[in-house]
């Protein structure tokens, strides 16, 4: 059973930046995604660890950039430009198999508790 550890949420004004990480055992695809109340949850940034290879959603691109600390097993998601349409419970999620579409909530195995991003204006 894979545990991963999120930390780096909070509030911020807009325009302003965060950074979250997650620190997983293993793992070849890890993802963010994020869930606003009432909305699905959809996903944001993704990063293949063999090559670190990344995608993003079309509404964070620019914005945010997702990286990797192998030496520390962790990810981050560093969050810059933040506006109030980011505000949202984020979670990070792992799978060990090859991904057809990284950035698919459905696609993962094993999630994170989430943290939650608020950007007020």
């Known amino acids: 059973q894979e545990q991963l550890v999120e930390s780096g949420g909070g509030s911020v004004q807009v325009g302003g930046s965060l950074r979250l990480s997650c620190v997983a055992s293993?793992?070849?695809?890890m993802g963010w995604f994020r869930q606003a109340p009432g909305k699905e949850r959809e996903g944001v940034a993704s990063?293949?660890?063999?090559?670190?290879?990344?995608e993003y959603a079309d509404s964070v691109k620019g914005r945010f950039t997702i990286s990797q600390d192998n030496s520390k097993r962790t990810v981050y998601l560093q969050m810059n430009s933040l506006k109030p349409e980011d505000t949202a419970m984020y979670y990070c999620?792992?799978?060990?198999?090859?991904?057809?579409?990284?950035?698919?909530?459905?696609?993962?195995?094993?999630w994170g508790q989430g943290t939650q991003v608020t950007v007020s204006s």
């Open positions: 999620a792992t799978s060990r198999f090859l991904l057809n579409s990284p950035l698919r909530p459905g696609e993962y195995t094993y």
């Open positions: 293993q793992y070849t695809y």
């Open positions: 990063i293949y660890v063999s090559d670190g290879y990344t």
